[in-house]
């Protein structure tokens, strides 16, 4: 016994057990460290919308690059302009460079772009010309964000919820009532929680505490002094959010496109912003100014015009006519 006991505790055995030790502890934490900094590649600063001008003598042309990353890791992206919305488009990282490979109807063309901050910036050199490409990430939309229907008469909405992003990024809360606009100090939001307290002109309180269940409903209770029911919200708009792809034709022309509707009802018609959104139960309307050489198929021609939308969408397809005094165009489209 006493021999065996001396071995257990010689120097020897004691520095063997330390290493043993230690190596199952670096079994552990290795791989985890691995996990962590494998986690940290798939954020790449290079995923999200960028919003991009193409600048050639003096012209600029804007654009989106929508950036995602695959299942096998890979960055993937798409390429909209005022002409298409060209997807698959092969994306190479490397440290804060990108390099673009556009598919089209010839040779592919290629973009190198450097990352600083949350600017891009680099050149695009297509099969006629070379262009300097500057831009911008798009603010996401966070998904509360938007009108949310409270109280409504048979055909017209009376009081909503107006969720919106503050000058510092926070989400604030307006109530909008026969068309004027209430602000909500006590307004919060967390984890798709949502809690407020609206005081009425009497001084009643309002009080409404509930969750963003999903992306078209908020479920909650709805409490006045002495009473507490439950109340559900309906987003404004829910019909008609998403990514959209669409099918626009004339007497004269005919191309396909990218239409995208953001929860809060901004968006972006190609890589032309949308505004004046109205959406209601039976349609949706907006505004947006298209350059004059993609309407009338002219390259040479300047400037812009002001084209309106109105529609409506159902099972997930969308129609109507996009038209100002001088041209007409039929939609249609399907939502991705």
């Not at 960028?50 to 992206?77: F, T």
């Not at 708009?237 to 669409?246: N, V």
């Not at 004059?292 to 969408?313: H, N, R, V, W």
Request: hydrophobic share 35%; aromatic share 8%.
């Amino acid at each position: 016994m006493s021999l065996n006991f001396s071995i257990l505790s010689s120097p020897r055995s004691l520095i063997l057990k330390w290493v043993a030790i230690t190596f199952l502890a670096l079994l552990i934490v290795f791989p985890q460290s691995l996990r962590a900094d494998s986690s940290q590649k798939l954020k790449s600063a290079f995923l999200g919308d960028w919003h991009l001008q193409l600048e050639e003598e003096g012209k600029k042309k804007p654009v989106l690059l929508l950036i995602n990353r695959l299942s096998n890791s890979k960055l993937q992206g798409e390429w909209v302009d005022s002409q298409r919305a060209q997807k698959h488009v092969e994306i190479k990282e490397q440290d804060k460079n990108i390099k673009l490979s556009i598919p089209t109807s010839g040779m592919a063309w290629e973009c190198l772009l450097k990352l600083n901050n949350d600017s891009l910036s680099g050149k695009l050199n297509t099969d006629k010309k070379t262009y300097m490409v500057r831009g911008k990430k798009i603010p996401t939309v966070d998904t509360a964000e938007g009108r949310w229907a409270m109280f409504y008469t048979r055909d017209k909405i009376t009081t909503s919820l107006l969720i919106k992003k503050g000058s510092q990024g926070q989400l604030t809360g307006n109530i909008l009532r026969n068309g004027k606009t209430e602000s909500l100090k006590s307004f919060n939001y967390s984890n798709r929680q949502v809690a407020f307290t609206w005081i009425q002109q009497d001084g009643t309180p309002y009080t409404y505490k509930g969750k963003l269940g999903s992306s078209s409903v908020l479920n909650g209770s709805l409490k006045i002094p002495g009473k507490e029911a439950s109340f559900a919200m309906i987003r404004v708009g829910y019909e008609y959010m998403g990514t959209w792809d669409i099918q626009l034709r004339s007497k004269t022309l005919k191309f396909s496109q990218r239409l995208k509707i953001n929860p809060d009802l901004s968006g972006w018609f190609g890589a032309l912003p949308i505004r004046d959104v109205i959406s209601t139960k039976d349609s949706v309307s907006f505004k947006v100014k298209v350059p004059y050489s993609i309407m009338a198929d002219s390259p040479k021609a300047q400037g812009f015009m002001e084209l309106q939308f109105e529609g409506k969408a159902k099972d997930g397809k969308l129609s109507g006519k996009l038209t100002n005094k001088k041209m007409k165009f039929n939609l249609s489209g399907k939502r991705r």
